[in-house]
């Protein structure tokens, strides 16, 4: 009588992981794993919808900006100057001078 109540104990505790294994199966979802929408039960919960903020996308009024500015001249140790011979997009050639050229700037650190 004792071995054939052991036995059952041990069926009942490998039905009971059997059980909760596929529970897991059935509650899983393409949100809460690495499956695919696409495997997705049909009648699955949706979930709540994102409430609008009635905000446009991108940067909103009154943010106060992130840049970097450029450097004056004069606070420079050396200035480079390159001018393209040809234009980047139809390679034809370049003349005259820009009033307006666009700047770049490096800024090295001296190693201390």
Known sequence: MGQHIKQSEKELTDLKAQQQELLEKINRTSKNSSS??????????????????????????????????????????????????????????????????YRHQIVEIPCS
Do not use: I, M, W
């Open 36 to 101: 695919p929408p696409s495997l997705d039960r049909l009648n699955a919960d949706k979930g709540q919808e994102k409430k609008k903020s009635g905000k446009k996308r991108g940067e909103q009024p009154g943010h106060k900006g992130h840049s970097r500015f450029l450097y004056n001249v004069s606070e420079c140790e050396s200035v480079l100057d390159h001018h393209p011979q040809t234009c980047k997009c139809c390679g034809e050639q370049l003349t005259g001078v820009d009033a307006f050229p």
